[in-house]
């Protein structure tokens, strides 16, 4: 549904996007992952034809990213920037109806379609409300509202969970997950790794510029090799389990977790966890159960961007 080929954008100085080739499908959550000028927001703002390329192809669904297409591509995509422009003086009835009404939707449509898009965001009881007395978590829900309001394909929201609470990050990645389960497709960019890691379906890892990988978690650390969270549940003695595999070069961090578990750091790759477990077993550690933790976003994100040379500057 978003799909880009060999986009580029340079600003100088190194900064921009080099060769950005995301991948999109339909109906899912992508997650945009990348430190404070990694280039994240120029991607976004490229695919909703705010900003031209240099060179390369954009498209959301079947159609380019072209200034002749724009019009086309302005129904089909809705997007929130990182920090929701509003309209003090009005209500958020007035606010919504006002871009309603930019959409050329019916005045006679208009009043469901805002208690729709406002009952989606959970800020039904706002609708009278005015908009300089909001919260900045009512105002991103009444932007998050406002995005919605033609009822677009495609979403495209920056930081939407910017500057939130914890409750009210929660609630934001409840809406967000409500809206996959209507068909919509989410480009989402967030540097909060665990607000991704948790609704996401696909991430990208964006670094100076260049994707350096692409898919689930799972499918990225795999293709990394990164260092494996082992952990190990015995039935024999636990501290003769922590001498055996100290003796091995490729293990680090050993440490006794309770009276039957061991877990340490693994970094013969998931080749060698095999002949791992054999050791184990072949100096009398009765193993019970062998299993790797599952790499978490942030540990990824570290181990990827610190393999392509560290923070954006």
């Known amino acids: 549904m978003i799909r880009t080929e060999n986009l580029t954008r340079k600003f100088g100085g190194g900064r921009g996007i080099f060769d950005l080739n995301l991948e999109v ?12 000028g990694a280039g994240k927001t120029t991607a976004i703002k490229i695919l909703c034809g705010l900003l031209r390329p240099d060179s390369g192809r954009a498209f959301i669904g079947d159609v380019e990213v072209l200034p002749k297409n724009l019009a086309k591509i302005k129904r089909s995509i809705g997007y929130m920037p990182d920090i929701t422009g509003v309209y003090d003086q009005m ?38 409300y005015q908009v300089s007395s909001l919260s900045r978590g009512m105002r991103q829900k009444i932007g998050l509202a406002k995005t919605l309001i033609h009822d677009p394909d495609v979403l495209i929201l920056d930081e939407p969970a910017g500057g939130l609470d914890p409750n009210a990050r929660i609630e934001m990645r409840q809406t967000i997950a409500g809206l996959r389960s209507l068909g919509k497709t989410i480009l989402l960019s967030s540097h909060i790794l665990p607000e991704l890691a948790s609704i996401c379906d696909r991430v990208g890892i964006l670094n100076r510029g260049v994707l350096l990988a692409q898919g689930t978690v799972k499918e990225i650390s795999a293709q990394l090799q990164e260092n494996l969270q082992i952990l190990v549940t015995v039935d024999s003695d636990v501290n003769h389990a922590l001498a055996v595999v100290q003796k091995l070069g490729d293990v680090q961090n050993a440490v006794i977790a309770d009276s039957e578990h061991l877990s340490f750091s693994f970094t013969g790759g998931r080749k060698l966890a095999g002949e791992l477990l054999a ?14 933790n599952e790499a978490s976003l942030e540990n990824v994100f570290i181990d990827i961007t610190s393999r392509d040379g560290g923070k954006a500057e």
Do not use: C
């Open 25 to 36: 499908e339909k109906g899912t959550i992508y997650g945009f992952v990348g430190h404070n």
């Open 91 to 128: 209500s958020v009835w007035e606010f919504l109806d006002f871009y309603g009404a930019a959409f050329k939707i019916p005045p006679q449509d208009r009043r469901k379609r805002i208690e729709q898009v406002l009952e989606l965001t959970h800020a039904s009881e706002m609708i009278d």
């Open 279 to 292: 050791f184990l077993q072949t100096n009398g550690v009765k193993v019970r159960w062998f299993t790797e």
